[in-house]
């Protein structure tokens, strides 16, 4: 059992560092993605539709603060981007 709670404090310990490193990556592609949403934003209002590409790849960024969030408030123990490959939670909605 003192492994157990050694390998925990651990792991506690090294999310502190993901917590620094993912949250600053995540809070520089905010960035862009508030920037990619207004231009999909104008696309959808000039041509009528959306840009499948932006909306898709904004979905990387919502499912990447998803993770980290549920990492950083220890209800999981996947680890967010960098540390593991990114995933999208949904597909493009037509």
Do not use: C, D, H
Request: no cysteine; proline share 3%; net charge positive.
């Amino acid at each position: 059992m003192p492994t157990k709670k050694l390998s925990e404090r651990k792991e506690a310990w090294f999310r502190i560092i993901v917590a620094i490193i993912s949250g600053i990556i995540l809070a520089v592609w905010r960035y862009l993605v508030f920037v990619l949403a207004i231009i999909n934003w104008l696309i959808a209002v000039f041509s009528g539709k959306r840009n499948k590409e932006l909306a898709e790849f904004s979905e990387y960024w919502n499912t990447e603060v998803y993770k980290y969030m549920r990492y950083v408030t220890f209800v999981s123990n996947k680890r967010p981007f960098p540390f593991t490959n990114m995933q999208r939670m949904s597909k493009f909605e037509k």
